[in-house]
């Protein structure tokens, strides 16, 4: 079984053009090292993957969510579209390892980026639109990304979910230690742990300080749940 038939496999979906997933694949540093044209990269697909996935998100919270007002609405498709949501889906897929990547975005960890594992998969929504249609990207966005929403919904701003949390439990303090950053500077990874009246909770790991904050946050509320 090829990469690409094993991957349809794992989605539940089988191209009728296989190439639109190869382009769905296909990162610009791929693409620009082989010399081809833009088109053949999947940032076009990304454009179009992304305007799917909001209509098909905004559809989904307008009949499930009936009594939630315009802001609570907004603000959940956005809990279920921001890229660390989506870059978690694609993890789930195991994403990462099927995208083709220039040597250098491959050697400072591209496949295991945020913004590369989001931006791939709303790719890959693109293509199944173009191949099969609105149903079956429907589909597609139903199970790995309106799945699992209470999770979810922490994506869009654990920080302050988490403060929120612990300041119904009474006087509590939060505070967010920087425990090592590395990397080029084109490519810093912090990894940051959140605590909780100086008890070490969540890690996080991002390449940036706040985006290493939330997920430590996130990481942290799961705990706290648990």
């Given at each position: 079984?090829?990469?690409?038939?094993?991957?349809?496999?794992?989605?539940?979906?089988?191209?009728?053009?296989v190439?639109?997933?190869?382009?769905?694949?296909?990162?610009?540093?791929?693409?620009?090292?082989?010399?081809?044209?833009?088109?053949?990269?999947?940032?076009?697909?990304?454009?179009?993957?992304?305007a799917?996935?909001e209509?098909?998100?905004?559809?989904?919270?307008?009949?499930?969510?009936?009594?939630?007002?315009e802001?609570?609405?907004?603000?959940?498709r956005?809990?279920?579209?921001?890229?660390?949501?989506?870059?978690?889906?694609?993890?789930?897929?195991?994403?990462?390892?099927?995208?083709?990547?220039?040597?250098?975005?491959?050697?400072?960890?591209?496949?295991?980026?945020?913004?590369?594992?989001?931006?791939?998969?709303?790719?890959?929504?693109?293509?199944?639109?173009?191949?099969?249609?609105?149903?079956?990207?429907?589909?597609?966005?139903?199970?790995?990304?309106?799945?699992?929403?209470?999770?979810?919904?922490?994506?869009?701003?654990?920080?302050?979910?988490?403060?929120?949390?612990?300041?119904?439990?009474?006087?509590?303090?939060?505070?967010?230690?920087?425990l090592?950053?590395?990397?080029?500077?084109?490519?810093?990874?912090?990894?940051?742990?959140?605590?909780l009246?100086g008890?070490?909770?969540?890690?996080?790991?991002?390449?940036?300080?706040?985006?290493?904050?939330?997920?430590?946050?996130?990481?942290?509320?799961?705990?706290?749940?648990?």
């Open positions: 079984m090829n990469r690409d038939m094993e991957f349809e496999k794992k989605i539940g979906y089988m191209f009728q053009d190439r639109l997933l190869q382009n769905a694949l296909t990162h610009s540093s791929f693409a620009n090292e082989k010399h081809w044209p833009y088109e053949r990269n999947n940032e076009r697909l990304e454009f179009l993957g992304d799917v996935l209509l098909i998100s905004s559809d989904f919270i307008f009949h499930e969510h009936r009594k939630d007002m802001g609570a609405m907004t603000k959940l956005a809990s279920l579209v921001c890229e660390q949501s989506l870059a978690d889906s694609a993890r789930q897929l195991d994403l990462g390892q099927y995208i083709r990547l220039g040597k250098g975005e491959y050697s400072t960890g591209g496949n295991d980026r945020d913004s590369i594992l989001s931006d791939a998969f709303e790719a890959v929504i693109g293509a199944i639109y173009l191949d099969g249609g609105l149903e079956n990207a429907a589909a597609f966005i139903r199970r790995f990304v309106l799945s699992d929403i209470e999770d979810k919904k922490l994506f869009y701003d654990s920080k302050t979910i988490l403060q929120e949390i612990i300041q119904d439990q009474g006087a509590n303090t939060i505070s967010y230690e920087l090592s950053e590395s990397g080029p500077d084109h490519a810093k990874e912090f990894v940051i742990r959140c605590n009246n008890t070490p909770m969540g890690t996080g790991k991002g390449r940036s300080k706040k985006a290493a904050e939330q997920k430590a946050a996130y990481e942290t509320i799961l705990k706290i749940r648990k």
